[in-house]
């Protein structure tokens, strides 16, 4: 099994650990006395790590392309704003202090526009034209 087509047709069966047990030990002992397939072993291994490496990093284009598509769609729209604000559950203080804002406002409702309504005039004064020789008002008709 030191034929270096057979190793080299398991060289990628060892890299990712599915060989046998006795594949993987026939392996090993070739890459120690074979240089050739040890530098065929070890391309492959950069090849494979170095294609590793460049998946777990996108380039830059592919990174602003994501960063676009998701901005397009979570932006912040007035509609989604208004949806959140009422679909947001309310914690019981923030209703407590509500309904007593509004039990207050009931209660003291009265009061408030009695202060802020002016008095009712008793009789208005009456307003006397001197600039006339005559009242002309009082002529009847």
């Given at each position: 099994?030191?034929?270096?087509?057979?190793?080299q047709?398991?060289?990628?069966?060892?890299?990712?650990?599915?060989?046998?047990?006795?594949?993987?030990?026939?392996?090993?002992?070739?890459?120690v006395?074979?240089?050739?397939?040890?530098?065929?072993?070890?391309?492959?291994?950069?090849?494979?790590?170095?294609?590793?490496?460049?998946r777990?990093?996108?380039?830059?284009?592919?990174?602003?392309?994501?960063?676009?598509?998701v901005?397009?769609?979570?932006?912040?729209?007035?509609?989604?704003?208004?949806?959140?604000?009422l679909?947001?559950?309310?914690?019981?203080?923030?209703?407590?202090?509500?309904?007593?804002?509004?039990?207050?406002?009931?209660?003291?409702?009265?009061?408030?526009?009695?202060?802020?309504?002016?008095?009712?005039?008793?009789?208005?004064?009456?307003?006397?034209?001197?600039?006339?020789?005559?009242?002309?008002?009082?002529?009847?008709?």
């Amino acid at each position: 099994m030191d034929d270096c087509s057979v190793i080299q047709g398991n060289l990628v069966s060892y890299h990712f650990a599915t060989a046998s047990d006795d594949e993987r030990e026939a392996v090993e002992k070739h890459l120690v006395g074979c240089t050739a397939c040890l530098r065929t072993y070890l391309a492959l291994k950069t090849h494979v790590d170095r294609g590793a490496r460049e998946r777990d990093h996108p380039s830059e284009e592919a990174r602003q392309r994501l960063r676009a598509a998701v901005e397009a769609r979570f932006r912040a729209t007035p509609a989604r704003r208004l949806r959140g604000w009422l679909v947001r559950p309310v914690p019981l203080y923030q209703g407590l202090a509500a309904a007593a804002v509004v039990l207050a406002a009931v209660a003291l409702g009265p009061a408030i526009a009695g202060v802020l309504r002016p008095p009712p005039a008793a009789h208005a004064a009456q307003r006397v034209d001197t600039a006339r020789p005559v009242a002309e008002s009082m002529t009847i008709y």
